[in-house]
């Protein structure tokens, strides 16, 4: 929950910036919106760290609490660099995504790849989602359902007794 609520937090900081200030006279300047990225991008990135910190100085310190710690703050930054915030600011405060048409030139993405829209990026997130299920997956060591033999093995128990 604590997650959720600072990607809200965030992207509604976000919205502010990038939409009201623009009400107010702010025009965009590569000049204070690099300080600002890099800013926003620390924060992010340090929360992630403290979440995972934070989990490994309240438990039992073990091996396995060790992986669960790097899993928070790996699956933190991974929501981050997957672009949860920006897709937050357009669910949230938006009301919407923006079209097809729309290019997402402020992602890092646009500079590597010259292209990226509003597909592109929510294929990227799922990606990342993906990424962030399979390590806890992995971290927590799930081991797959075996229905079919649980099932056989207690009618076979059923015949023995």
């Known amino acids: 929950?604590?997650?959720?609520?600072?990607f809200s937090l965030m992207s509604r900081i976000d919205f502010i910036v990038h939409t009201t200030l623009y009400n107010y006279g702010?025009?965009?300047?590569?000049?204070?919106?690099?300080?600002?990225?890099?800013i926003y991008c620390t924060i992010f990135f340090t929360f992630s760290f403290l979440t995972g910190f934070m989990y490994w100085l309240g438990s039992n310190k073990n091996d396995q609490d060790r992986k669960i710690s790097i899993a928070l703050t790996t699956s933190m930054s991974l929501l981050f660099?997957?672009?949860?915030?920006?897709?937050m600011v357009f669910v949230l405060w938006v009301g919407r995504l923006p079209p097809e048409s729309v290019i997402w030139w402020w992602v890092p993405w646009y500079r590597i790849f010259g292209v990226w829209t509003t597909s592109?990026?929510?294929?990227?997130?799922?990606?990342?989602?993906?990424?962030i299920a399979l390590l806890w997956v992995r971290t927590i060591q799930l081991e797959p359902v075996r229905f079919v033999e649980r099932t056989a093995d207690q009618k076979s128990r059923a015949l023995e007794t």
């Open 26 to 38: 702010l025009h965009f300047s590569y000049e204070w919106a690099y300080e600002y990225w890099i």
């Open 120 to 131: 592109m990026q929510l294929a990227f997130a799922a990606l990342s989602f993906l990424i």
């Open 1 to 6: 929950m604590l997650v959720f609520l600072f």
């Open 81 to 87: 660099v997957g672009g949860t915030a920006d897709i």
